[in-house]
Structure formats: C-alpha cells, structure tokens
C-alpha cells in the first residue's frame, strides 16, 4: 500500500519517483487533474525546472545539500558534457548501484542495506549509501550477510531481472562488479532543467 506522503509526492512529480508508483491504478488516479479533481495550471519555466530538482532529489533519495554538490562537481568537470557527469554521479553511488543490481526493491531499501553494512566493496566493509563506486570495482555481500533473510533465494528473485549494462551481479557468488560508466538511458528526469535551475 502506497503511504499517503509519497502517494501525494508521487502525483505531483510523476509515477517514476517512486516504484511503488508505478501501477496502473496510480497512474489512472493522476493525469492532468490535481487533488481533489482541480485542473493543474500551466508552470513556468522556473516552477518547472524545480519540479525537475525534486524528481531527481526524491527519485534517489538525496538531500538538497547532496544535489547542489553533485551538480557543482559536474559543472566544474572538464571534458565531459555536465548532464552525463551529473547523471554518472547519481548512479554512481552504492546505494543506487545495489538498487540496479536487482538487490533491493526500491533505492531506499538498497540504502538501508548499505547502511547496515551488508555490502563490500574491494573487500572493504562501506555503511555509506553516497560511496561512489567506479568502472572495476567488485560490490560483494559481506560474509556475515549472506544467510539473512533479505538475501535468500537471490538466484530465483534475479532470474528475471535484466540489469543496466554498467552492472553485473552472480547471484551464486553474491557479488557484483561495476563494469562500466553508467549511460544515461533515463527518459523520465530531465537533468539539463536542474543545471538550468542551479545556474540561476
């Protein structure tokens, strides 16, 4: 059951900030009426470049701290378009990379996961969801994890679960590898809004 606070979240920014948004019924509930059947008004480019901000703010979880520094590193970067640096940094983060693996059912899970130090990475124990993985690294779950309930039957939950290509996961070994740069194949989050919204 979709809680109220995010149901509410969900209407107001699309069904792609949330998974549990994105069922039939939600989506009939929504549209172009707001609450209570009120047709929405036109937004203005700012109103919506920050409807952008929060899609990417709640779609991943992060504070408003995180994401100004996440687009100042990516406006500062040299030789790389700063939409894909953005983009890289959001999904470079564990939290996200566990998420895309197929290893919890919504980012929030997969960052509660990494929080209580379930995973490795290189073989170092990480508690912190925002540890950016890169192209090499190996994310195992960690030896003491393995027997509990969350990561039973891996093998039959991930047996029709089709990963992004930047990842890799061996649900016999319990581990999995960062095997190149995420590519942006997002359609629902437009990142050149919130890069418009911070340069303000």
């Known amino acids: 059951m979709i809680k109220k606070p ?40 700012y ?21 100004s520094n996440y687009v100042k590193k990516a406006t500062l970067s040299k030789g790389s378009h700063a939409a894909e640096k953005f983009y890289e940094q959001l999904e470079s983060r564990l939290d996200n990379a566990v998420y895309r693996m197929g290893l919890a059912p919504s980012r ?29 690294d190996a994310v195992k779950v960690r030896e003491g994890s393995k ?15 089709n990963s992004p ?3 890799s996961f061996d649900s016999l070994k319990m581990e999995g590898n960062i095997v190149d740069k995420p590519q942006n194949t997002e359609t629902f989050l437009d990142l050149n809004s919130v890069l418009e919204f911070y340069s303000r």
């Open 6 to 45: 995010k149901f509410k979240i969900g209407r107001r920014l699309g069904a792609g900030v949330y998974d549990k948004c994105q069922t039939p019924k939600f989506s009939a509930s929504s549209g172009k009426f707001g609450a209570k059947g009120m047709r929405r008004k036109p937004l203005t480019e």
């Open 47 to 67: 109103g919506t470049q920050l409807i952008e901000k929060q899609k990417v703010r709640f779609s991943y979880g992060i504070t408003e701290r995180q994401l």
């Open 108 to 136: 929030r899970g997969a960052r509660q996961m990494v929080s209580h130090g379930h995973f490795t990475v290189n073989g170092i124990r990480v508690t912190v969801p925002s540890y950016a993985v890169k192209k090499g």
């Open 147 to 161: 027997s509990k309930r969350i990561f039973a039957d891996l093998e039959v939950k991930l047996k029709e679960y």
């Open 165 to 167: 290509a930047w990842v």
